[in-house]
């Protein structure tokens, strides 16, 4: 099988991102990180019956950064150069944390 969005994947990359799935890692993430949609990661699992953790959702919403990070994020995130995907997978986080984050640090993006 591969994605539709680039090259094949790789048996070790399936089970790569399988293991980070049953971990209870986001799904949003890992798709970033192998480059791949969301409905594959969702398919592969789902065809190899590999279950998440109970409560990943709860758990996943509760994202804190050290005080390294935030001091790293008041820089990066009003840049409009740099993508907010690219500063989420920089912290492992999701987007959408990033983004709680980031407005809880009172920080905006420009217009």
């Known amino acids: 099988m591969s994605d539709q969005l680039g090259e094949p ?3 070790q ?7 980070r799935y049953a971990a209870g890692d986001p799904v949003a993430e890992i798709a ?6 969301i ?27 050290t005080e390294e990070q ?11 150069n740099r993508p907010v995907a690219e500063i989420a997978r920089s912290f ?3 987007v959408g944390a990033l983004v ?3 407005l809880a640090e009172g920080l ?3 217009k």
């Open 108 to 110: 905006r993006r420009p």
């Open 92 to 94: 492992g986080v999701t």
């Open 9 to 11: 994947l790789t048996p």
């Open 70 to 80: 935030l001091a790293e994020l008041r820089v990066a995130y009003p840049d409009p």
């Open 13 to 19: 990359e399936i089970e790569a991102f399988l293991e």
């Open 32 to 37: 970033a990180d192998f480059d791949v949609s």
């Open 39 to 65: 409905g594959t990661i969702v398919s592969y699992a789902s065809a190899r019956k590999v279950r998440r953790p109970k409560n990943t959702a709860r758990r996943s919403r509760h994202h804190t950064l």
């Open 100 to 102: 709680r984050i980031a």
